[in-house]
């Protein structure tokens, strides 16, 4: 079964500093999902990435998938205390965004 | 357009009870897959319902179980409940018309607490 790896588990930033998150998997992805939760609510859709060497761009968060599918990371330039939260990968093992296999998380904290 | 909405939020049940929870898709969504959430497993998929049919299934117990209805509500159903079972269930919906367009909509989720 697929299993995905984030890095770090928890990270504290000042507000204003640049951040990166990663999320390895153990086998090539169709697909790879970045959510953002608050502490015990449901999942916000962040990007979707499909293709090898992809970039996506949201406001400050900008998000990569490796040419060999099997690595992404999450960037955020100059944190804001709204991107606190934890941050979670998925991967799409089957094609169908239906079965979706997580990461562990990134809790993010961001101080004044 | 309403979000994906899952009641109840919280729910408070005592062992070997059985417990229901319901899901009400995006509308026009066609896909509900259910996960669960705690802090020592993280989020694991339970499985998914597509025009009410069980399409894919995760690695749970047979008390675990799930259905959905011709409007695409779905509900899944604990029984035998133990201490374990708590945890934040959510339900995702999704219908995609191409592989670019495959997102889950996640909604809030139930809060279960087993005691």
């Known amino acids: 079964s697929q299993e995905l790896e984030q890095s770090p588990q928890s990270l504290i930033v000042q507000e204003g500093k640049n951040l990166t998150i990663n999320c390895t998997s153990s086998k090539t992805l169709y697909g790879l999902y970045w959510y953002k939760q608050k502490y015990g609510e449901g999942l916000i859709f962040l990007m979707m990435l499909q293709k090898g060497g992809e970039e996506k761009s949201h406001e400050k968060i900008t998000a990569k998938l490796d040419e060999k599918k099997q690595q992404s990371s999450l960037h955020i330039t100059a944190s804001q205390p709204s991107h606190a939260g934890i941050y979670l990968c998925?991967?799409?093992?089957?094609?169908?965004?239906?079965?979706?296999?997580f990461g562990t998380g990134t809790r993010l904290q961001v101080t004044l | 357009k309403a979000g994906v909405t899952q009641t109840p939020r919280y729910l408070i049940k005592t062992r070997g009870q059985q417990v229901t929870l319901s899901c009400s898709p995006i509308?026009?969504?066609?896909?509900v897959s259910w996960y669960q959430q705690t802090p020592g497993q993280g989020l694991q998929f339970l499985f998914e319902y597509f025009s009410e049919t069980q399409r894919n299934k995760g690695n749970f117990p047979g008390r675990f179980s799930g259905r959905q209805f011709s409007n695409s509500r779905s509900e899944m159903n604990v029984s035998t409940l133990e201490l374990g079972d708590s945890a934040l269930y959510l339900c995702a919906s999704s219908q995609p018309r191409n592989l670019a367009d495959n997102e889950q909509f996640f909604g809030p989720g139930t809060r279960l607490t087993v005691l």
């Open positions: 509308s026009g969504h066609r896909s």
């Open positions: 998925g991967a799409d093992p089957t094609g169908t965004a239906s079965k979706l296999t």
